[in-house]
């Protein structure tokens, strides 16, 4: 499948909007730092090792080192143009940071449940992605894709201290595990921050839709592990499912609180949010999630029918502004974002 496919293909795996509590949980995600021994850390290598990593990984990938996988594509950073990369992050392919590179690339597979990294922060990161809660499911696989490399290559990693990693805080297993939330009851009802407090204090961290570093955006939240020294991957990734469980419990508690005893107001803001969404001429991207973050929730109450519930994972990646300029196959100046993204969202309500 060439860069084009991806692009087009406007559909990840993640974003179909099925899978355990769906509702909740838009997407699991497990993330695995590894580097390669022979190699200073990217931060450290000069240009022509940094190129010689990308060259190496990819030689083994075309020699069949992922064959088992299926179907896997190498996209080279340098060779695509910004809005492209850009396009990439928006559908949580690559990360912000591997777009600004120009000796990195990524290997995805056909329904872009598994990207590979390359010469990000660290030589790889092994990336599983699935949707709703399936964490267990996404450490099954991106363990699997760890495994091939491992038996293709020879990890940095210490007997004392683990996987050896840029990052300090990555360090011993090399794993961050996340599962990205929608909690507008939580929100509306003022008991987010309490939540995220509480559970800060089990070795848990929030963070927004794209990681570490970003901003929340329409009520949509990522929590992660804080700890990869010390537990094992298993641990980690139960850990983070039980406490996901009690947060999930918890929102559904709050909407249906907010059911009973703010019905009408609740009623008011979810309509508010259609009407402007299927109307509006401008509209920015953090206006635009808050309204689609209530208008999910409207579906999901079953106060708005007739539109289906994966509307809120399809705009959270339409209307970002790299992948909002590849449907329209231009540049676009902020206004003129505003304006596209606008003619999108009514488009797709209506």
């Given at each position: 499948?060439?860069?084009?496919?991806?692009?087009?293909?406007?559909?990840?795996?993640?974003?179909?909007?099925?899978?355990?509590?769906?509702?909740?949980?838009?997407?699991?995600?497990?993330?695995?730092?590894?580097?390669?021994?022979?190699?200073?850390?990217?931060v450290q290598a000069s240009s022509s090792q940094l190129?010689?990593?990308?060259?190496?990984?990819?030689?083994?990938?075309?020699?069949?080192?992922?064959?088992?996988?299926?179907?896997?594509?190498?996209?080279?950073?340098?060779?695509?143009?910004?809005?492209?990369?850009?396009?990439?992050?928006?559908?949580?392919?690559?990360?912000?940071?591997?777009?600004?590179?120009?000796?990195?690339?990524?290997?995805?597979?056909?329904?872009?449940?598994?990207?590979?990294?390359?010469?990000?922060?660290?030589?790889?990161?092994?990336?599983?992605?699935?949707?709703?809660?399936?964490?267990?499911?996404?450490?099954?696989?991106?363990?699997?894709?760890?495994?091939?490399?491992?038996?293709?290559?020879?990890?940095?990693?210490?007997?004392?201290?683990?996987?050896?990693?840029?990052?300090?805080?990555?360090?011993?297993?090399?794993?961050?595990?996340?599962?990205?939330?929608?909690?507008?009851?939580?929100?509306?009802?003022?008991?987010?921050?309490?939540?995220?407090?509480?559970?800060?204090?089990?070795?848990?961290?929030?963070?927004?839709?794209?990681?570490?570093?970003?901003?929340?955006?329409?009520?949509?939240?990522?929590?992660?592990?804080?700890?990869?020294?010390?537990?094992?991957?298993?641990?980690?990734?139960?850990?983070?499912?039980?406490?996901?469980?009690?947060?999930?419990?918890?929102?559904?508690?709050?909407?249906?609180?907010?059911?009973?005893?703010?019905?009408?107001?609740?009623?008011?803001?979810?309509?508010?949010?259609?009407?402007?969404?299927?109307?509006?001429?401008?509209?920015?991207?953090?206006?635009?999630?808050?309204?689609?973050?209530?208008?999910?929730?409207?579906i999901d109450l079953n106060i708005i029918e007739d539109?289906?519930?994966?509307?809120?994972?399809?705009?959270?990646?339409?209307?970002?502004?790299?992948?909002?300029?590849?449907?329209?196959?231009?540049?676009?100046?902020?206004?003129?974002?505003?304006?596209?993204?606008?003619?999108?969202?009514?488009?797709?309500?209506?």
């Open positions: 499948m060439s860069l084009k496919n991806f692009l087009n293909q406007g559909l990840s795996r993640w974003m179909t909007g099925d899978g355990p509590h769906s509702s909740v949980a838009i997407s699991s995600r497990v993330r695995l730092a590894r580097n390669l021994a022979e190699y200073p850390f990217p190129e010689e990593v990308e060259q190496k990984i990819r030689r083994w990938w075309n020699t069949g080192g992922l064959e088992s996988l299926g179907s896997i594509d190498y996209i080279s950073i340098k060779d695509i143009p910004e809005n492209q990369r850009l396009a990439l992050v928006d559908k949580h392919l690559i990360s912000p940071k591997l777009a600004g590179q120009q000796h990195g690339g990524v290997l995805i597979n056909k329904d872009e449940s598994v990207s590979v990294m390359i010469n990000e922060e660290d030589h790889l990161r092994i990336q599983s992605l699935l949707p709703g809660s399936q964490l267990t499911e996404a450490w099954n696989l991106a363990s699997k894709i760890d495994d091939l490399f491992d038996a293709g290559f020879e990890y940095a990693w210490s007997p004392q201290a683990g996987y050896l990693t840029c990052c300090p805080t990555n360090v011993g297993t090399g794993m961050r595990a996340s599962i990205m939330l929608h909690l507008p009851g939580l929100a509306l009802s003022g008991q987010q921050s309490l939540i995220f407090s509480t559970i800060s204090k089990v070795g848990i961290i929030v963070r927004g839709i794209f990681g570490e570093g970003s901003e929340a955006q329409g009520n949509i939240f990522q929590i992660s592990n804080q700890i990869t020294l010390g537990q094992r991957e298993e641990e980690i990734v139960e850990s983070l499912n039980r406490v996901t469980s009690q947060v999930i419990d918890q929102e559904m508690e709050a909407r249906n609180r907010l059911l009973e005893t703010e019905n009408l107001a609740l009623r008011d803001k979810i309509w508010r949010a259609f009407g402007i969404l299927a109307n509006a001429r401008v509209i920015t991207s953090a206006e635009a999630m808050e309204y689609i973050s209530m208008l999910r929730l409207g539109l289906n519930p994966r509307i809120l994972q399809e705009l959270l990646v339409f209307a970002q502004p790299g992948y909002l300029q590849k449907i329209f196959n231009e540049v676009l100046a902020p206004r003129e974002r505003d304006i596209k993204r606008a003619d999108l969202i009514r488009e797709i309500v209506k």
